[in-house]
């Protein structure tokens, strides 16, 4: 059995948290703010749902 459509649906919303945290920390240079507060914990959020897509696709024959 295939996941990859959920592994697709998961990848889109690691591709809309780049979009957020890039947005985020662009706003905080202009500001010339530090890392903006949460930027570790939507790191962390990303990091984790992008190894479910890839444990989602299984074994790879590298």
Not at 3 to 13: E, F, G, K, S
Not at 19 to 33: G, P, V
């Amino acid at each position: 059995m295939s996941y990859d459509h959920l592994a697709d649906r998961l990848q889109a919303i690691v591709d809309d948290l780049d979009e957020i945290m890039f947005d985020r920390l662009r706003e905080a240079s202009a500001a010339k703010q530090g890392r903006p507060a949460d930027d570790k914990r939507l790191s962390q959020a990303r990091r984790a749902i992008e190894k479910a897509a890839h444990l989602l696709r299984g074994p790879t024959d590298d």
